[in-house]
């Protein structure tokens, strides 16, 4: 299983997208404190989350609280991140990777990106604008994760693969 680490994640319109992504594929939500919203029953009923319960979603408080519960995800781990020259199709990735991404305003916390520095990727964009939305990177580099593991579990048919079109 795929994980996806929010760091500290700021607007819960991008947690909800992000969930409703995991939910879809598979991958669990990881959450870190603090939260710029609450998790709560009436933000998840706001956010329209009808596959919230479709999520394996964990909070934590910080990473060392993440890495303390998570040992076996420091070896195992891809940092989301605009500061880097590395494109995120330049790794390979596991079929039980930790993508990790920061929030909105500010990114990763630098001390955190120069520790993985060589596990830092981004999604090329034009130089002259800020980033992706962070529930859209999210999306991308799962994707692509998924894809080179084969989409494991994942159906690729829909209603028209009878013959329709």
């Keep these: 299983m795929l994980h996806i680490v929010l760091v500290e994640p700021e607007i819960p319109q991008n947690t909800g997208n992000i969930a409703r992504t995991c939910a879809v594929t598979g991958a669990s939500l990881h959450l870190i404190r ?21 999520v394996s979603v964990t909070e934590y ?42 929030k909105e305003t500010a990114g990763l916390p630098e001390d955190f990106r120069l520790r993985y520095a060589d596990r830092c990727v981004r999604i090329p964009m034009l130089p002259n604008v800020r980033c992706l939305n962070l529930s859209n990177s999210a999306a ?26």
């Design 34 to 54: 603090p939260l710029g919203f609450e998790v709560s029953e009436k933000w998840v009923r706001r956010a329209g989350l009808d596959y919230w319960d479709k």
């Design 61 to 102: 408080d910080g990473l060392e609280d993440f890495f303390a519960r998570h040992p076996e995800a420091e070896g195992h781990l891809w940092l989301a991140t605009t500061k880097t020259p590395q494109g995120y199709t330049q790794v390979a990735y596991g079929p039980e990777d930790w993508l990790f991404f920061g």
């Design 140 to 165: 991308v580099l799962l994707y692509e994760a998924l894809r080179q593991n084969g989409f494991p579990g994942l159906t690729g048919e829909g209603e028209m693969a009878a013959g329709g079109c």
